[in-house]
């Protein structure tokens, strides 16, 4: 599946659902949730199929954080600023809500317009709008349905002695959140990842937003008018994710970034383009990689096999697919479980390890009984490491594991 296409998760369909409102202590050390409590329910105008619904009066949770040892070190997840109000979480959801109802006419499309040229999904994709500005958080049980599926895949591979790894893939509007329109600055709020951050600290989930919105004061790590981030935006988020394993175990020897000398801008990969909306300036960012990518060897789910060049991206719609990659920074295997943002990101991945494996998580499908069987993988394949990328917008859908 392409950049260009919409995942069977963003199809939409107009009607109306209730939705639970949660209301939350005020944060405290930056950006972090404290405590949340039971509220009441707001309508949603226009909702993904099948999005599982919050439910309108959740039990109140007051109890501590999980304290298992399992945390990422601070320098896997550095500090995030924190939105400047958090009228959503803090009682003050109602005159949150007026905002967003006084802009109707903006949220009456598809998408979403933001300053300087930059677009957004709107809430056909998966609550994204709403998930933008923290009007659609995770619910109590919602929240512990994530906790217990990965900290499940977490215990059961260190039982192996295999790295377990959580890349959650920022949404344009976190690292970008200045480029939200003015209206909604007022109502930005915390979401669900903040949420599971500070909730479940013994997730190993990795948050690269920090050196995401560094690298994009000089240079774009996301296009105006596409949701993903670039190739370049890619190449950044390997190297804090790297970083990030290089300093939590030795099992993969020392992992490295390909060497590149700049960057080409283009202005492919238009998603709004079939609302003939452009951006006011080129800003899909590629690496030039210097010396050239290996060529990697893709294998198809049919079997079929064929050499491809290595700075190609493994698309989503080939997916499950494997490769290998002669004269790979290490000699090392990986299971890549991940959706569309995995993309760009198979480009230094497939660079840096001698074999992957790479099927869709399946979390946007919310067909209970179609995530992949990662144990099973595993067993199968016996990677040197799991990695779990998952796109920060796609934390809307809990795992429907039953």
Known sequence: ??????????????????????????????????????????????????????????????GPVSTVSHALPASCRPAVTPPAQQLWLTGK??????????????LSKDYVLGKNGYVFWNDIQAMNFSQAVGRRTLSVDEAKTWHAYLASLRDELAAQNIPFYIVVTPAKWDVYPQ???????????????????????????????????????????????????????????????????????????????????????????????????????PDWTTPNYEPALKPVTLTKSDGTSSFVPGDQATDMSLLPAST???????????LFVRDSMGNSLSIPVQQEFAQTWQVRHNFDMTVPGGLPDIPKLVAQHHPDVVILQVAERHLNFPPATK
């Not at 959801?93 to 903006?106: F, R, Y």
């Not at 190993?204 to 190739?231: E, G, Q």
């Open 93 to 106: 959801a109602d005159k949150a809500e007026s905002v967003w109802d006084a802009h109707k006419s903006d």
């Open 179 to 281: 480029e939200l329109p003015d209206w909604a600055q007022s109502i930005r709020g915390s979401g669900p990842l903040d949420q599971l951050l500070h909730q479940y600290p013994d997730l190993p989930i990795i948050d690269i937003r920090t050196p995401l919105r560094d690298a994009s004061k000089t240079t774009p790590v996301y296009s105006r008018v596409n949701s993903h981030w670039t190739d370049y935006g890619a190449y950044v988020g390997w190297k804090s994710i790297t970083d990030c394993i290089n300093t939590t175990t030795s099992a993969l020897g020392t992992l490295t970034v390909p060497a590149m000398n700049g960057v080409t801008t283009s202005d492919k990969n238009n998603e709004f383009a079939p609302f003939n909306i452009t951006s006011p300036v």
């Open 1 to 62: 599946m392409s950049l260009r296409e919409l995942p069977p998760d963003q199809q939409a369909k107009k009607s109306v659902r209730r939705w639970g409102r949660l209301y939350y202590v005020p944060l405290v050390i930056l950006f972090v949730l404290s405590a949340v409590a039971a509220g009441t329910g707001y309508v949603v105008k226009k909702h993904i199929e099948n999005t599982p619904p919050v439910p309108a009066t959740p039990a109140a949770v007051s």
């Open 324 to 334: 290998t990659t002669a004269g790979a920074a290490t000699d090392k295997s990986a």
